[in-house]
């Protein structure tokens, strides 16, 4: 249930600050607290808890970028994981502040490289690796294409 009420607030977030100033950055930084709810029986947060905490920080991350329109809209955009590999470095305990920055590292003709990192204080707690791919139910979305929308229809991506 908790996981609603963090969804409604990262919504929130991404609305309160496209009306500010839309956004297209290298990272996105989004925070959160952990609570009684996302603990494990060793007094620290629970490992499934940090998918969860990615799921969001992926979400705030399309939607700052303006991509919620696609996912939601007639578009039918859904993104999907093809994997994750995640480091633990320092537990995250009851009441920690915890940001979460979000950022697309790389792509290739198929596959986005994102990485994420949970820092408390500036100091890196985990960090994750993921490959994403957007998809219709018709077929699977090329990172170009995306990045298109993003920027808008005229942007030429130069291969690298």
Partial sequence: MI????????????L??????????????????VLPTDMDLNRHMNNARYHSWMDLGRYYMLGRYGLLKAIFGGDGWQGIIGGVHIRFLRPLNFGQKVTLRTEIESFDEKYFYISQTFLVKGKVAAKAHVKGIMVTTERKIRPREVIRRVLGAGVKIKKS
């Fill in 3 to 14: 996981l609603y009420f963090r969804l409604i607030l990262v919504t929130l977030k991404i």
């Fill in 16 to 33: 309160w600050a496209n009306w500010r100033s839309p956004l297209v950055s290298r990272h996105h930084d989004i925070t959160f607290h």
